[in-house]
């Protein structure tokens, strides 16, 4: 159960090696968090973040858990709320995949779309049963403002996200009234270490943007020209000053607003919260004119 403070005492956390997640269960941990589930392929960098925070004073343990194996999940999670109840849990698993290699090879597509939404919506479903079962608990999931509005540089990983967001919405009004508490969390883009130090080797000029690969079975979906375009698009977003663009945001920065947004209940949270607006604007863009700005 939650403490008298609001914090969550028990934590699983599926996608154990996201930065978002363990800078939100080192959060946790610092505010009476004592048990942690980390749920993931295994790893060194999963056996890593468990060492990391048991030294931190909790008790932790890794969970082999597959966001692409559906299948498995009912079992694989039952066994963990089976052991004790869970206070919190944060799903927090999901690639970016490459969006021109993406539209050039459309299993790889189809790779990003079935660990973005559907394994989330298969390990959502049950731990959404498992917490409704015990009568107490949070889910937290992960979105981006990337599901907010398509954008050519990264459509294929934004419409993810967006069935994502929108699965999650529904599961909260589903939810309404059982004791479980549902929150999607929107970030902008998130600049981890080392996307920081990406970004520091773009600005000089080390960012390489790949040729076409040639099509293979067929015609790539689209023109090699285009693909080259979204790429140097990619780049160019990716290497942008983090001051400035306000659609960035670092993973400790999204952890204090889960945390934050776990005391008051919110159903959703926008990191940073300048996103709101920015978001509801570009919205009512028209088509036309935003394809032609520089996002």
């Known amino acids: 159960m939650k403490d008298a403070f609001g914090a969550p ?31 993931g392929r295994p790893s060194p960098a999963l056996d890593a973040a468990a060492a990391d925070l048991r030294a931190r004073g909790a008790d932790v343990r890794t969970v082999d858990f597959d966001a ?12 963990v709320f089976a052991e004790d109840d869970i206070d919190m849990v944060l799903l927090a698993f999901g690639i970016a995949g490459d969006q021109g290699r993406d539209e050039e090879e459309p299993l790889a597509a189809v790779r990003v779309a079935q660990t973005n939404y559907t394994g989330a919506v298969s390990a959502g479903l049950v731990c959404a049963g498992a917490l409704q079962a015990q009568g107490h608990g949070s889910l937290v999931v992960l979105s981006s403002v990337a599901g907010e509005r398509a954008r050519r540089a990264d459509f294929i990983y934004g419409s993810s996200k967006a069935g994502l967001d929108a699965f999650t919405q529904g599961l909260g009004d589903a939810l309404h009234g059982t004791g479980v508490h549902v929150m999607v969390v929107r970030p902008g883009v998130v600049r981890s270490v080392a996307a920081r ?3 520091t080797g773009a600005a000089s000029g080390t960012v390489p943007v790949a040729p076409p690969a040639a099509p293979r079975g067929g015609a790539a979906l689209l023109a090699p020209e285009r693909i080259v375009a979204a790429r140097s698009a990619s780049a160019r977003f990716a290497s942008a000053p983090l001051e400035a663009s306000p659609l960035t945001t670092t993973p400790e920065a999204v952890a204090e607003a889960i945390v934050t947004g776990l005391r008051r209940r919110s159903e959703t949270v926008w990191v940073p919260g300048s996103l709101r607006a920015v978001m509801s604007a570009l919205r009512h863009v028209p088509r036309p004119l935003f394809r032609r700005l520089p996002i």
């Open 68 to 79: 692409l194996d559906a299948e498995s999940h009912e079992a694989v999670l039952g066994a």
């Open 197 to 199: 130090a990406a970004a």
């Open 9 to 39: 005492q028990s934590l699983l956390v599926l996608g154990g090696t996201s930065e978002i997640a363990l800078a939100t269960a080192r959060r946790l941990i610092a505010l009476r968090t004592r048990t942690v589930r980390l749920a």
